[in-house]
Each structure stands twice: as C-alpha cells, then as structure tokens.
C-alpha cells in the first residue's frame, strides 16, 4: 500500500520559512517523479514544484525564486523548502508521486497523493 506522509506545516509570520517534508513507502521511490501542490479554501489545486525522477526540476512561475524542491532516494522523503513567506502562500500542501519522466505539473498525471499539511501565514 502506497502511503505519502507530508509534516511540517504550520502557522508563520510573513517573511519566515517552512521546509515541508513527504515520506514515501510502499512504492518504488526511485522511479517516481514527485511533486508537490496546494489548495486554499474555494480554489482549485495548483502545482508548486516538481522533481523528476529523471533529476529535473520545475517551479511554477509564481513562487520561483522563494520554493525549493529536494529529492533523496535513499531517505524516501521529498521536501519543499518555502522562504519568504507570503499571506498568499496560505493552503494545504499535497505532495504527489507520478510515474512520468519528465517533471508533470497536471494533477491528473499523479497516481498517489499525501492527506496534505496546512500552512498559514499571517501578515
């Protein structure tokens, strides 16, 4: 059974940081792409960042430069690194494993999905 853990979430000032963590098991975590999104209340799910399993990395345009994503196959685990945060950086974060390639910013190309953790931001 496929289960993806995500923790480090909470409630920050505006400016701070968080470094969210996912945890992997029941699945082959090498050969899974990862990725992570977010969903605040009454809006849809956005993509935040992925990494590949083929070691490539992609952003979306509206937090690059402030997210960081990281990979290590070994630990299982996939961390988003989130600086200078903004009120608008308020959601539920899912991390989500896809077996494409390539670095996969849809949703629908992610087999397994994490219960998420909140992060708030306060201004």
């Known amino acids: 059974q496929v289960q993806l853990v995500e923790s480090g979430g909470g409630m920050v000032q505006a400016g701070g940081s968080l470094r969210l963590s996912c945890a992997a098991s029941?699945?082959?975590?090498?050969?899974?792409?990862m990725g992570w999104f977010r969903q605040a209340p009454g809006k849809e799910r956005e993509f935040v960042a992925a990494?590949?399993?083929?070691?490539?990395?992609t952003y979306a345009d509206s937090i690059k430069g402030r997210f960081t994503i990281s990979r290590d196959n070994a630990k299982n685990t996939v961390w988003l690194q989130i600086n200078n945060l903004k009120p608008e950086d308020t959601a539920a974060y899912f991390c989500?494993?896809?077996?494409?390639?390539?670095?996969?910013?849809?949703?629908?190309?992610?087999?397994?999905w994490g219960q998420g953790t909140q992060v708030s931001v306060s201004s």
């Open positions: 989500a494993a896809s077996g494409s390639w390539w670095p996969a910013t849809s949703p629908n190309t992610y087999s397994y």
């Open positions: 029941g699945l082959t975590f090498s050969s899974y792409s």
């Open positions: 990494f590949s399993r083929s070691g490539g990395e």
